[in-house]
C-alpha cells in the first residue's frame, strides 16, 4: 500500500504547542480582550427582540371594532401546506352574512410559511411578530378564535409591510 | 345528412339541430350560460356567440376557391349565438377566433360589471361558471370604476331557494325551470336594464317538488341551499357517486361528504333516470338519518340490557339462536331499502343454511307521494331487486301481511329482519314483541332495536358498494361514499382531503367512525357456522353470483353498469348506448 502521509505530518503540533499552557494563556488574553469590547448578547427573558413588520410569526387574526375581519372563505384553510388551519363557518345577520363559528390553527402543524396571509382576500389574517410559543400539551397548542383575535392596532407595522410589498 | 365546420373540422349533425348542439355531439365546447340542453332557448346571455358562414358560390353554382384552391366563406359581419342559430348544410363556423374571442371578453366585462365580489362569502365560489369563465374568457382586470349597483341579498323564494339579486347574472335559466320542467310559473324578470331581478309573483311561494334544482343549475351563486349554506367550501368535501334512496325512481345522485359526514345530495346526470334533476325530498330528507342516531357496534340483548360485543360473539350468538328453531318456525324479512346483493346474500342464507322458504319484504306504497315527474308511489329504492332475486314467500300463509297472526298463533318463533325498521305502520313492531327470539341487521336505533335479541350494525347504501333496481327495471350500481371500519382500507383517494390526511390529535378529524357492515358479508360469517362457505369476499363477488344464476341478471358486471350508466333488467346483450353526459358546471376534484 502507498500512504501519503505528507499532509498528516504537516499537522502535528510543535513543542510548545504540545505542553499547552501558552495556548491556555493566549486565550485568556482573548477573553480579556473581548471584555472590554461592545456588548452582542442580549439578556433574553428580562430583554427582548422587537422583529421588524417582515418577520413571520405566529399567525393571528385581525380584530376590528370589536369583530372579526375573516369572512371564513377557508382559502387558507385550503392553501395551507400543513393542514394547519380550521374554519367553519356560519351565517350571521350582519352585512357580511358569513362569519367565522370556529377557526382554529394548531400551532404543531403550522410552519409558519405566510401562505395562509397571502391568499386571504380580506386581509384577515396575518403573520404576527408573536415568537414565543411554548405549550405544555398537544391540546394547549390549538389556537381557538379567543386566542388568534389581535386588535388591529398592535398590528400596523405588518399591515404596512404587507401593503407595501405583497 | 348536413355537415358543418367548427374551426375547419367536419363534423356530421342532423338538421334541425343547433350549433351548439351540434358542437356538443362531437365534444367541442362553445362557452355558454343561459343554454341548458333540457330548457328552451333564450338566447340572452351572449356568451356563445361565434362566427357564421357559407362557402360562396359562381353564377353556375359552384363554389369559389382562391388561389391555393381553398374555398372562399363569406362570414356574416356580426356574430350570432351558437345557441338559437340553426345549421345548414357546409356551414362554416369559427369558435377560436380572435374576434369572437374578443366578444367573450366583452360579454364577461359586461357580466362582472355589477356582480359583487362576493366569492369569500359565496357558496358556489369552487363550482362556479362565471367564476371559470373569468379564468378561460376574460381579461382578467376590470376598467369599471364607478360604483357597483347594489340590490337585496338573502331574499328566500321558498322553503328551500335563497336568493341573492345582487349576484345574479339574469341568464332566466330558473325561470325556464320553473314554467317548463316544475310547472310552477311564478318566476319572472322585472325592471330593465342594470336594475333587472328576478322575484317571486306576489303571494306565490316558489316550493314545488323540484324546486331545488335551479340551484344546480344555476350558473352564479345567486341561487343558494338554506340547508346546505355555509356549512363547507365544496373543495373540502368528496362527492361519490350514487343512488337515491328517496322513491323507486333511482335518481342517481353524488353523496358531498365531509369529515365523514353527509353534507349535501345532489343530482348526477342519468338521460336513462333523471335527466338533470332529483326532488327535493331526495336531497333533504334521509341523509340526517344516515349521519345521526347510527347503531356503530354489534350488541346482543344480555338482561334485557343492549350490550356492546365483538362481530365474532355477536354472529356466534345468533348461529346459537338459529339452531334452535325448525326451518318453518323461522322468517326472514328482506329488505327493499337494502342493496340486491345483501338481499341475495339473505335469500341464499335463508334457502341453503336456514333451509327456510319464509322469505318476504316490506312494501312501502305511499300514492301521495308520486307525482307525474320522478317521484314514484313506491317508496322503497329497491323493490324490483327484491322481486327480481325472489324475496317472496312459498305460500301466502308466510307472508309478512300474516306475520302478526303467525307470531300470535306460534307458527313462527325467530324473526330474522334485514335493514328493515317498519316505520309506516307500528302493527308489526306490535306483534314481534311477542316473538320468541328475533336477530335484525340495523343502521339506525329504533324500537325494533330495543327488543331485539342480536342487532347487527348494517352499513347504508351510503357506506357501501352494490346495486338498486329501479321502477324500469334498471340495475344501477353505487359506490361507498362514508368510511366504516369496515371499508376504510379501500376508500383510499375517495375521502376528502381533510378526512384524507388527518391524524389521531386534529380535531378536525374526530368523526364518528363506525364499526358497521354489509349485511352480505355477515351473513357469510354466518353461514360459514353451518359448514357453508359463500366464498363472498367483496360486494362484486355477490354480484358476480346473482350474474350467473338468475336469468334476467346474465352478462352483467359492475364494471359494464359503471360503463353504461346502469342495465335494464335482461339486456346485458344489448345496453342502452353510452351518452356524453352534458354538465353544465361541476366541482372539479382537487
Known amino acids: 500500500m502507498n500512504i501519503n502521509t505528507e499532509n498528516i505530518e504537516k499537522n502535528r503540533m510543535t513543542f510548545w504547542e504540545k505542553i499547552y499552557l501558552p495556548e491556555i494563556a493566549r486565550g485568556l488574553g482573548l477573553t480579556l480582550k473581548r471584555m472590554f469590547r461592545q456588548k452582542m448578547t442580549r439578556q433574553y427573558p428580562e430583554e427582548r427582540w422587537e422583529p421588524l413588520g417582515s418577520y413571520r410569526g405566529r399567525p393571528v387574526l385581525v380584530e376590528e371594532g370589536g369583530k372579526e375581519r375573516c369572512v371564513a372563505c377557508g382559502l387558507c384553510s385550503r392553501v395551507c401546506p400543513a393542514l394547519a388551519i380550521e374554519v367553519q363557518a356560519a351565517e350571521t345577520p350582519d352585512d357580511k352574512e358569513r362569519f367565522p363559528a370556529k377557526f382554529e390553527i394548531n400551532m404543531l402543524r403550522c410552519i409558519y410559511c405566510g401562505f395562509c396571509e397571502e391568499v386571504c382576500p380580506e386581509e384577515a389574517i396575518v403573520m404576527s411578530k408573536d415568537y414565543e410559543l411554548v405549550f405544555a400539551s398537544q391540546e394547549s397548542a390549538i389556537m381557538n378564535k379567543e386566542q388568534l383575535l389581535v386588535p388591529i392596532a398592535q398590528l400596523q407595522d405588518r399591515l404596512e409591510f404587507l401593503r407595501r410589498y405583497k | ?276 334533476w332529483m326532488c327535493d325530498y331526495g336531497r333533504l330528507s334521509y341523509y340526517k338519518k344516515i349521519n345521526g342516531n347510527r347503531v356503530i357496534s354489534p350488541t346482543i340483548k344480555k338482561n334485557g340490557v343492549q350490550t356492546e360485543v365483538s362481530w365474532e360473539e355477536a354472529i356466534s350468538y345468533a348461529a346459537s339462536i338459529l339452531r334452535k328453531y325448525k326451518p318453518s318456525e323461522i322468517m326472514f324479512v328482506g329488505s327493499g331499502r337494502s342493496s340486491t346483493e345483501n338481499n341475495y346474500a339473505l335469500v341464499r342464507f335463508a334457502k341453503n343454511v336456514a333451509k327456510s322458504t319464509n322469505i318476504d319484504y316490506y312494501e312501502r306504497i305511499d300514492q301521495s307521494f308520486a307525482d307525474n315527474f320522478l317521484r314514484t308511489n313506491d317508496l322503497n329504492p329497491n323493490s324490483a331487486g327484491c322481486r327480481s332475486i325472489g324475496v317472496m314467500p312459498s305460500s301466502e300463509k308466510y307472508s309478512l301481511k300474516n306475520l302478526p297472526e303467525n307470531i300470535k298463533n306460534g307458527s313462527v318463533k325467530l324473526v330474522y329482519i334485514m335493514d328493515e325498521d317498519f316505520d309506516l305502520d307500528d302493527k308489526y313492531i306490535q306483534a314481534l314483541r311477542n316473538t320468541e327470539a328475533i336477530i335484525i341487521h340495523s343502521t339506525n336505533h329504533s324500537k325494533l332495536t330495543e327488543i331485539a335479541d342480536v342487532v347487527f350494525a348494517s352499513s347504508y347504501f351510503a357506506e357501501s358498494e352494490g346495486t338498486f333496481i329501479n321502477i324500469d327495471k334498471r340495475v344501477q350500481y353505487f359506490e361507498p361514499a362514508l368510511i366504516t371500519t369496515e371499508n376504510l382500507h379501500r376508500m383510499g383517494m375517495k375521502m376528502s382531503r381533510l378526512d384524507k390526511f388527518g391524524a389521531h390529535n386534529d380535531r378536525w378529524t374526530q368523526k364518528e367512525l363506525r364499526n358497521c357492515r354489509p349485511t352480505w358479508k355477515v351473513l357469510s360469517l354466518l353461514a360459514s357456522h353451518f359448514s357453508v362457505n359463500f366464498n363472498y369476499n367483496k360486494a362484486e363477488d355477490v354480484f358476480n353470483d346473482i350474474a350467473h344464476n338468475v336469468g334476467s341478471f346474465n352478462g352483467m358486471s359492475y364494471r359494464l353498469l359503471k360503463k353504461h350508466q346502469g342495465i335494464v333488467l335482461g339486456k346485458a346483450n344489448n345496453p342502452d348506448p353510452v351518452i356524453h353526459n352534458y354538465e353544465s358546471h361541476y366541482m372539479k376534484p382537487n
Open chain 2, 1 to 276: 345528412m348536413p355537415h358543418i365546420y367548427i374551426d375547419g373540422k367536419r363534423i356530421e349533425t342532423q338538421s334541425g339541430k343547433t350549433i351548439i348542439e351540434a358542437a356538443y355531439d362531437n365534444g367541442l365546447y362553445v362557452p355558454h350560460f343561459c343554454w341548458h340542453p333540457e330548457l328552451s332557448v333564450a338566447g340572452n346571455c351572449r356568451m356563445c356567440l361565434v362566427e357564421v358562414g357559407l362557402p360562396k358560390r359562381l353564377p353556375n353554382g359552384e363554389f369559389e376557391t382562391d388561389s391555393n384552391g381553398n374555398i372562399v366563406v363569406s362570414y356574416m359581419p356580426k356574430l350570432q349565438i351558437a345557441c338559437a342559430t340553426q345549421v345548414a348544410d357546409g356551414m362554416h363556423v369559427r369558435i377560436n377566433y380572435d374576434k369572437v374571442i374578443k366578444a367573450q371578453e366583452a360579454v364577461m366585462e359586461f357580466f362582472l360589471i355589477n356582480h359583487p365580489l362576493d366569492c369569500p362569502i359565496c357558496d358556489e365560489a369552487g363550482q362556479c361558471k362565471l367564476q371559470e369563465y373569468a379564468f378561460n374568457h376574460s381579461r382578467g382586470e376590470s376598467r369599471f370604476e364607478e360604483t357597483k349597483n347594489h340590490k337585496d341579498k338573502r331574499i328566500p323564494w321558498g322553503p328551500n331557494v335563497l336568493f341573492d339579486a345582487e349576484r345574479c347574472i339574469s341568464c332566466s335559466r330558473c325561470i325556464r325551470f320553473a314554467k317548463e320542467i316544475a310547472h310552477q310559473d311564478v318566476l319572472s324578470f322585472v325592471q330593465r336594464g342594470d336594475h333587472v331581478t328576478i322575484k317571486v309573483q306576489d303571494g306565490a311561494k316558489f316550493d314545488n317538488n323540484y324546486s331545488m334544482n335551479v340551484i344546480d343549475i344555476c350558473p352564479v351563486g345567486a341561487l343558494t341551499s338554506p340547508d346546505f349554506r355555509f356549512k363547507s367550501r365544496v373543495w373540502d368535501m368528496s362527492f361519490n357517486e350514487s343512488i337515491c334512496m328517496g322513491c323507486s325512481r333511482g335518481c342517481n345522485i353524488q353523496i358531498g361528504v365531509r369529515n365523514n359526514e353527509i353534507l349535501r345530495i345532489e343530482p348526477k346526470t342519468n338521460m336513462y333516470a333523471n335527466k338533470y
